[in-house]
């Protein structure tokens, strides 16, 4: 079983993790596109090139199943790679609102590249997951998967994100893989809150597929 995995760089690596952790046997390729990082600020015609590109490179690797560990590259181009590689595998990743939901959380804050923000994916989860009496906010975070990519200005770019935001969150959703890296950091603000990121679900969903093969 071979299984691509890739990300606008080392974001990825943390759901690499976990899915190595569910399939130790099975080999596979990593692409860090640490280049063209932030996903989340491109244009959907430039970050769809960028992807086609990479799920080139995977297929010819011989990769059986391809995972796209990028919330902004699933939510803007995931229906479209099916279409046009009907015979791949893919598996996505965005931005885990309806577990939160589900948790039974009042008050749920979502923090995501603007990219993933602003997609129809994410409207669409907002819609099918807030239930009556649980408000669900989006904090766009411009500039912060760079930071953590670059290890450059990191804490000063997440508090400028943050100093006047509230700290009263039941969960808080960690909508890029990139955020998982510093879940300490973001932990240290909202204090009481349950972070949550769709890294377990990813894996989960691999192993299933995997299996089918």
């Excluded at 009042?106 to 997951?129: C, F, H, Y």
């Excluded at 009496?133 to 000063?156: F, H, M, S, T, W």
Aim: hydrophobic letters at 40%; one cysteine or more.
């Amino acid at each position: 079983m071979k299984i691509g995995v890739f990300d606008s760089g080392k974001g990825g690596t943390t759901v690499l993790s976990a899915i190595k952790k569910l399939l130790p046997d099975a080999e596979y390729y990593y692409i860090a596109d640490s280049k063209n990082c932030p996903y989340g600020e491109k244009t959907n015609q430039e970050l769809l090139k960028i992807v086609k590109d990479i799920v080139n490179k995977l297929i010819d690797w011989g990769a059986n199943i391809i995972v796209v560990a990028c919330n902004t590259a699933t939510t803007k181009c995931i229906k479209i790679l099916r279409e046009d590689y009907p015979d791949v595998c893919f598996v996505g990743t965005e931005p885990a609102i309806k577990l939160a939901s589900k948790t039974g959380a009042k008050k749920i804050l979502v923090m995501a590249t603007p990219g993933t923000i602003e997609s129809e994916r994410t409207a669409q989860l907002l819609v099918e997951s807030e239930k009556p009496g649980q408000k669900i906010e989006l904090l766009a975070c411009p500039g912060l998967a760079y930071a953590i990519e670059n290890n450059n200005r990191v804490d000063e770019v997440l508090s400028g994100l943050l100093v006047d935001h509230p700290k009263d969150y039941d969960a808080v959703v960690l909508g890029c893989t990139h955020y998982s890296l510093i879940k300490d950091k973001i932990q240290n603000h909202f204090k009481a809150a349950t972070l949550i990121d769709g890294n377990d679900g990813v894996a989960r969903r691999v192993m299933m597929l995997a299996n089918q093969i």
